[in-house]
């Protein structure tokens, strides 16, 4: 059994900062080999944001490198997705997402790596 649970979105002024968090619960625990970010403006695909390895590599979308960024603590399995310098194109429902089977770094940010997901949160940057 695979939980995932987000907070913190919200609206936030362009320029502004926000914090996502993903608590994540898992039996076995440590299950989880790879998390990820994405999010869902219009239509029904989702956008790759960031993804993280167990053993902490990253990969980010081009368009949120420098302002975001992804964070796996593993003494809580708790995902951060701090983001930064936001601006209207940011606003969407973000999406916390885990894997627990084999993956490929090139695929990190394609939802077809992930087999979790978590309710969503809305982000609204308003300009």
């Known amino acids: 059994q695979v939980r995932l649970v987000e907070s913190g979105g919200g609206s936030v002024q362009s320029g502004g900062s926000l914090r996502l968090s993903c608590a994540t619960s898992?039996?076995?625990?440590?299950?989880?080999?790879?998390m990820g970010w994405f999010r869902q403006a219009h239509g029904p695909e989702r956008e790759g944001v960031a993804g993280?390895?167990?053993?902490?590599?990253?990969k980010y979308a081009d368009s949120v490198k420098g302002r975001f960024t992804i964070s796996l603590d593993n003494a809580t399995n708790t995902l951060y997705l701090q983001m930064d310098n936001l601006n209207p194109d940011d606003t969407a429902v973000f999406y916390c997402?885990?894997?627990?089977?084999?993956?490929?770094?090139?695929?990190?940010?394609?939802?077809?790596?992930?087999?979790?997901w978590g309710q969503g949160t809305q982000v609204t940057v308003s300009s």
């Open positions: 997402a885990a894997g627990d089977g084999g993956f490929l770094f090139s695929r990190l940010l394609v939802p077809a790596t992930y087999n979790y």
């Open positions: 898992s039996y076995p625990p440590n299950r989880l080999l790879v």
């Open positions: 993280i390895t167990k053993t902490g590599v990253i």
